[in-house]
């Protein structure tokens, strides 16, 4: 992925009950955004569970790199964390249970997209995956011994049509 | 060489996404472009696509429940409705042809599945033979499939060469997508396909396309507009038909062409 790319980034604070996003900071062309109360950050949070300077995040050559900078520190997956590299998608806590935020790349920043009739793409804000809870739900799938027996079984299938298609392919060799 | 059978599954999280509706017309396009198609109804608990190919309930002399009951061959389950569905076909012609197998309607039989359930290897032994019937001699099967995750639903995803993922705009329908196409993942389906329907109009389409692509990971087949019309027509006939020029025709086309061009390459590695 080009930097160019990479510099074109979300942020979304996720409503803690549902996961949804309820509000989205769009960022293009800037290699650090500040996180914290203070309305001097890029991304102000007005939380009492929240620091001053929360976090930052760095646009290195190989991603952008979350970096702790608040006493309360930031958890990933409920474990404290100094640095964490960000991928798409990925969940931060600002605290032991302070506010959820996630990252993301988006594809296109609100302000450079042309509408036909001028509609906000952030409509489509609501639209969206809450990915904890998707993996949740398809851990609790997979993990089970009905899937397991579903994918060998699947297997033993697609053999079956493999056979039967070669055995056509016979056939009309045949004929 | 033998033929390329393709297996196409759609599915959605929820009902009422159009699913059935659009199952319907891509067949009908896929077999208007000189191919033998199959459309399986595996919505046992709710079945409806019959409807649209006007094939009225008395008229069902088998149905995929007699096969599923072991009354039946499936292949005596399956119904010729070209003539319904695409208008005038020499009756000897190879091709175009559409079968369709429904699920019974009768509130009886529908009642018993509810209650005892069914083998679900059973169905998928129907898969199997429907792709190896001669009689039938499909290129491509259709399974309309029951919302939502159940081990049916999971089976058919599995045995398809394309799965076609449709939901609306629609904070839940994204949601729910997202378990269905990581389980897709999970069962390595070859060819998997997002499709937005009942989108309203004034939206950035293409901004929805880059949305749901960069969310999914997958590509979107198509981004169906809302359509008033479809729901005067639903109940009789195919809107591909009727409407050849609206905008819900020539995006479903872009979506017969994906399946066909899916259809045409190998779903799985041959040595």
Same mark, same amino acid.
């Given at each position: 992925?080009?930097?160019?790319?990479?510099?074109?980034?979300?942020?979304?604070?996720?409503?803690?009950?549902?996961?949804?996003?309820?509000?989205?900071?769009?960022?293009?062309?800037e290699?650090?955004?500040?996180?914290?109360?203070?309305?001097?950050?890029?991304?102000?949070?007005?939380?009492?569970?929240?620091?001053?300077?929360?976090?930052?995040?760095?646009?290195r050559?190989?991603?952008?790199?979350?970096?702790?900078?608040g006493?309360?520190?930031?958890?990933?997956?409920g474990?404290a964390?100094?640095?964490?590299?960000l991928?798409?998608?990925?969940?931060f806590?600002?605290?032991?249970?302070?506010?959820?935020?996630?990252f993301?790349?988006?594809?296109?920043?609100?302000?450079n997209?042309?509408?036909?009739?001028?509609?906000?793409?952030?409509?489509?804000?609501?639209?969206?995956?809450?990915?904890?809870?998707?993996d949740?739900?398809?851990?609790?799938?997979?993990?089970?011994?009905?899937?397991?027996?579903?994918?060998?079984?699947?297997?033993?299938?697609?053999?079956?049509?493999?056979?039967?298609?070669?055995?056509?392919?016979?056939?009309?060799?045949?004929? | 060489?033998?033929?390329?059978?393709?297996?196409i599954?759609?599915?959605?999280?929820r009902g !009422?996404t159009g699913?059935?509706?659009?199952?319907?017309?891509?067949?009908?396009?896929?077999?208007?472009?000189?191919?033998?198609?199959?459309?399986?109804d595996?919505?046992?608990?709710?079945?409806?696509?019959?409807?649209?190919?006007?094939?009225?309930e008395?008229?069902?002399?088998?149905?995929?429940?007699?096969?599923?009951?072991?009354?039946?061959?499936?292949?005596?389950?399956?119904?010729?409705?070209?003539?319904?569905?695409? !208008?005038?076909?020499?009756?000897?012609a190879?091709?175009?042809?559409?079968?369709?197998?429904?699920s019974?309607?009768?509130?009886?039989?529908?009642?018993?599945?509810?209650?005892?359930?069914?083998?679900?290897?059973?169905?998928n032994?129907?898969?199997?033979?429907?792709?190896?019937?001669?009689?039938?001699d499909?290129?491509?099967?259709?399974?309309?499939?029951?919302?939502?995750v159940?081990?049916?639903?999971?089976?058919?995803?599995?045995?398809?060469?394309?799965?076609?993922?449709?939901m609306?705009?629609?904070?839940q329908?994204?949601?729910?997508?997202?378990?269905?196409?990581?389980?897709?993942?999970?069962?390595?389906?070859?060819?998997?396909?997002?499709?937005?329907?009942?989108?309203?109009?004034?939206?950035?389409?293409?901004?929805?396309?880059?949305?749901?692509?960069?969310?999914?990971?997958?590509?979107?087949?198509?981004?169906?507009?809302?359509?008033?019309e479809?729901?005067?027509?639903?109940?009789?006939?195919?809107?591909?038909?009727?409407y050849?020029?609206?905008?819900?025709?020539?995006?479903?086309?872009?979506?017969?062409?994906?399946?066909?061009?899916?259809?045409?390459?190998?779903?799985?590695?041959?040595?």
């Open positions: 992925m080009a930097l160019l790319d990479k510099a074109k980034i979300a942020l979304e604070l996720l409503d803690s009950a549902q996961g949804h996003p309820v509000q989205t900071w769009r960022f293009e062309g290699a650090i955004i500040r996180i914290g109360r203070a309305d001097e950050n890029d991304v102000t949070i007005v939380d009492p569970r929240v620091s001053r300077l929360h976090a930052e995040l760095e646009l050559a190989d991603g952008w790199l979350l970096i702790s900078r006493r309360n520190g930031i958890l990933v997956d474990t964390v100094s640095e964490q590299k991928n798409d998608g990925r969940t806590q600002l605290g032991p249970n302070g506010p959820m935020l996630r993301c790349h988006h594809v296109q920043p609100a302000h997209v042309t509408t036909i009739d001028g509609i906000d793409p952030s409509i489509f804000d609501g639209l969206n995956i809450d990915h904890r809870k998707k949740e739900e398809v851990q609790e799938i997979i993990g089970g011994s009905l899937f397991q027996q579903l994918k060998l079984r699947a297997d033993e299938l697609r053999r079956k049509n493999q056979v039967s298609e070669s055995r056509r392919d016979a056939e009309d060799r045949k004929s | 060489m033998a033929k390329k059978r393709t297996i599954s759609t599915h959605s999280f !009422g699913k059935s509706n659009t199952t319907a017309n891509l067949a009908v396009l896929v077999a208007k472009a000189g191919y033998r198609v199959g459309i399986i595996t919505d046992i608990q709710s079945p409806g696509i019959h409807v649209l190919f006007n094939v009225a008395d008229a069902l002399t088998h149905t995929l429940n007699d096969y599923l009951w072991g009354k039946c061959k499936i292949h005596e389950a399956a119904r010729d409705v070209t003539a319904a569905a695409i !208008g005038n076909v020499d009756d000897e190879k091709t175009p042809r559409l079968f369709l197998i429904p019974s309607m009768n509130s009886n039989e529908i009642a018993k599945i509810l209650a005892e359930g069914y083998d679900v290897a059973k169905l032994d129907g898969f199997q033979e429907l792709m190896d019937s001669q009689q039938l499909l290129d491509f099967l259709f399974i309309d499939t029951h919302p939502g159940n081990e049916e639903t999971l089976l058919s995803i599995a045995v398809s060469n394309i799965l076609l993922l449709i609306r705009p629609d904070n329908d994204f949601q729910g997508t997202a378990v269905t196409a990581e389980l897709a993942r999970q069962l390595e389906v070859p060819n998997m396909f997002m499709i937005v329907n009942k989108v309203p109009p004034g939206t950035d389409t293409q901004a929805l396309r880059l949305h749901v692509e960069s969310l999914y990971k997958a590509p979107v087949a198509g981004i169906l507009p809302l359509n008033s479809i729901v005067r027509v639903a109940s009789a006939g195919i809107f591909v038909n009727r050849p020029d609206h905008p819900f025709t020539i995006e479903l086309k872009k979506i017969a062409e994906k399946v066909l061009e899916a259809g045409s390459s190998p779903a799985t590695p041959r040595s």
